[in-house]
């Protein structure tokens, strides 16, 4: 069972310039093809799954959080106890990448089933905060400056750039851009563009964040990182 220590994280430092409510999203939906396969969420990296270093810095930032997966569903579930709520690729739009995966946590935010415990969770939920499940070393204040930035400019999407590049897949979205749902956008984008994550979030005209720290940005890809990291 994950557990959380909501204790460790001081937010009284976010920007509060505007309100906003956080849902947040752990995209594990992938093949893990450069791992021969495994589901890379649940692979141990120092003594705990990797989805577990995700869901311990997003779960005192937002509400509901969601997991991204497509793979191995039960396990996820006696991993979790249930307390995260496990969205699978819609059919219509699987194997887009990351992309499949952000789409399916809009659509539960955005449009909850009448059985699904997030029924009109809607109405609360502002912006989507992002995390792949394979950087277990990024820390809360990652996170915490997405969403000070997200509190300052509600309108705008966030997302990381360091030394070495983008980092897409750490990022901040609001549920709505100029009017429209970002389901819709990201829906028709899906439908007559490639799935490349910058390039839906230059149609969004999102905005990068700086992060000093390159180590803290490591994707684990390979199992050789699993002893060494």
Same mark, same amino acid.
Request: charged share 15%; proline share 6%.
């Given at each position: 069972? *994950?557990?959380?220590?909501?204790?460790?994280? =001081?937010?009284?430092?976010?920007?509060?310039?505007?309100?906003?409510?956080?849902?947040?999203?752990?995209?594990?939906?992938?093949?893990?093809?450069?791992?021969?396969?495994?589901?890379?969420?649940?692979? !141990?990296?120092?003594?705990?799954?990797?989805?577990?270093?995700?869901?311990?810095?997003?779960?005192?930032?937002?509400?509901?959080?969601?997991? %991204?997966?497509?793979?191995?569903?039960? !396990?996820?579930?006696?991993?979790?106890?249930?307390?995260?709520?496990?969205?699978? =690729?819609?059919?219509?739009?699987? =194997?887009?990448?990351?992309?499949?995966?952000?789409?399916?946590?809009?659509?539960?935010?955005?449009?909850?089933?009448?059985?699904?415990?997030?029924?009109?969770? =809607?109405?609360?939920?502002?912006?989507?905060?992002? %995390?792949?499940? !394979?950087?277990?070393?990024?820390?809360?204040?990652? /996170?915490?400056?997405?969403?000070?930035?997200?509190?300052?400019?509600?309108?705008?999407? /966030?997302?990381?750039?360091? !030394?070495?590049?983008?980092?897409?897949?750490?990022?901040?979205?609001?549920?709505?851009?100029?009017?429209?749902?970002? *389901?819709?956008?990201?829906?028709?984008?899906?439908?007559?563009?490639?799935?490349?994550?910058? %390039?839906?979030?230059? *149609?969004?005209?999102?905005?990068?964040?700086?992060?000093?720290?390159?180590?803290?940005?490591?994707?684990?890809?390979?199992? %050789?990182?699993?002893?060494?990291?």
């Amino acid at each position: 069972m *994950l557990q959380t220590d909501t204790s460790r994280v =001081d937010t009284s430092h976010i920007n509060n310039t505007s309100s906003i409510s956080v849902a947040g999203l752990i995209l594990s939906g992938g093949q893990g093809s450069r791992m021969g396969g495994v589901e890379k969420g649940l692979v !141990d990296f120092q003594g705990k799954p990797m989805v577990g270093y995700a869901h311990a810095v997003l779960a005192p930032l937002c509400s509901p959080l969601l997991l %991204s997966a497509n793979r191995q569903i039960d !396990d996820y579930i006696a991993l979790t106890s249930g307390e995260i709520d496990i969205v699978q =690729d819609i059919p219509e739009f699987q =194997d887009k990448g990351p992309l499949s995966g952000i789409l399916a946590g809009l659509e539960r935010i955005q449009e909850p089933i009448k059985e699904h415990r997030l029924e009109n969770i =809607d109405a609360q939920c502002s912006h989507l905060l992002i %995390s792949p499940c !394979d950087t277990p070393l990024v820390p809360s204040e990652l /996170f915490q400056a997405l969403i000070s930035k997200a509190h300052a400019s509600p309108n705008t999407a /966030f997302y990381i750039q360091s !030394d070495s590049g983008a980092h897409p897949l750490h990022a901040i979205i609001p549920t709505s851009i100029k009017g429209e749902k970002t *389901l819709t956008l990201l829906r028709r984008f899906l439908q007559n563009h490639a799935p490349k994550v910058m %390039s839906f979030y230059q *149609l969004i005209n999102a905005q990068s964040i700086v992060w000093p720290n390159e180590s803290e940005l490591s994707n684990i890809n390979h199992s %050789s990182q699993l002893s060494t990291s």
